[in-house]
């Protein structure tokens, strides 16, 4: 007896997922561009692909880092700016104020240490389209110090 193969998804779930869970990073980031700005201790190390479609910042700045970046808002950092489809930051880079503007689609991981909350995400070489196959990432998710650690990854959802 034949085994049918398995339906193509035309719904195109992972992306849909990716996209939600891109939108918990942008209500993140609109919370702390309010007047009140980041609750308790939370802080957000956001990492991204420099070379993905969208990013811009100072040349010098990108140059130094070709492939990812990872940017820290904790305590300095101003003229936050949370759009629909990227958001807008100013951080100091060796001294000197510089703006990053970086499109969701761009962002691989973010990760807010004070409560262990870990996303990651794929991207590919369009916005808002999921990757055909995970890359390994250039450096692995720091380390859990609590074992009950929040993590969320699409890999829960799929079906193994």
Do not use: C, N
């Not at 970046?69 to 101003?78: E, G, K, R």
């Amino acid at each position: 007896m034949a085994q049918e193969p398995p339906a193509q998804d035309q719904m195109h779930y992972e992306a849909l997922a990716q996209e939600a869970l891109r939108g918990v990073v942008k209500s993140a980031l609109k919370r702390a561009a309010s007047p009140e700005g980041l609750p308790g201790a939370h802080h957000f190390y956001i990492t991204f692909k420099t070379d993905a479609p969208g990013v811009s910042g100072p040349v010098d700045l990108l140059s130094k880092y070709p492939d990812e970046m990872t940017i820290v808002l904790q305590h300095q950092y101003w003229d936050l700016a949370p759009g629909e489809t990227f958001f807008s930051v100013t951080l100091k880079f060796g001294g000197s104020p510089k703006r990053v503007s970086v499109p969701y689609a761009a962002v691989t991981r973010f990760y807010d240490p004070s409560v262990q909350f870990l996303l990651q995400f794929e991207v590919s070489g369009e916005p808002g389209e999921a990757a055909a196959a995970p890359e390994e990432p250039s450096e692995p998710p720091p380390a859990p110090t609590d074992p009950a650690e929040k993590v969320v990854s699409l890999d829960q959802f799929r079906k193994k």
